[in-house]
């Protein structure tokens, strides 16, 4: 995907067979991107490290998720609601990074990336597949 986003202004995305969205890179994000990421590299791989760094961030972001977790690099991602501004974003992560500067080593912010958004629609598609091979399995004796 990333170098759908390098090369092409336009762009398409099918899952099942069907087009789900087709558009400008941009425009897809903003209609189709729900959050951002923030990677954090830790001083520490501790368990206690990570869970007091995740509850720190839970407090500063209501809806919070633990993506990853490996070797010293956390994933969060963050759904977001419309009038959150990325200089809101980035003043509260500074904020924290100084905070916590003994648990985070560095840390970046990320926008919603066009893999992000084909697999919301591919995990759309297979929670529909899913629930409707459920259906057919109740109807059938």
């Not at 926008?111 to 057919?136: C, G, P, V, Y």
Request: charged share 30%; glycine share 4%; hydrophobic share 35%.
């Amino acid at each position: 995907m990333d170098e759908c986003e390098q090369l092409c202004n336009r762009l398409a995305i099918m899952t099942g067979g069907k087009f789900k969205c087709s558009g400008y890179v941009p425009d897809l994000k903003k209609r189709f991107g729900t959050g951002f990421t923030i990677k954090l590299k830790l001083k520490s791989e501790e368990d206690y490290v990570v869970n007091d760094v995740t509850e720190a961030l839970c407090k500063i972001f209501d809806d919070c998720q633990l993506r990853e977790n490996h070797a010293g690099m956390v994933t969060y991602f963050i759904k977001t609601i419309d009038d959150l501004k990325w200089s809101e974003v980035f003043t509260s992560m500074e904020a924290f990074s100084r905070e916590w500067t003994h648990f985070v080593e560095n840390y970046s912010v990320n926008e919603t990336t066009l893999e992000d958004i084909f697999l919301k629609f591919e995990n759309s598609q297979r929670r529909a597949s899913a629930q409707q091979l459920r259906h057919s399995n109740e109807i059938e004796p």
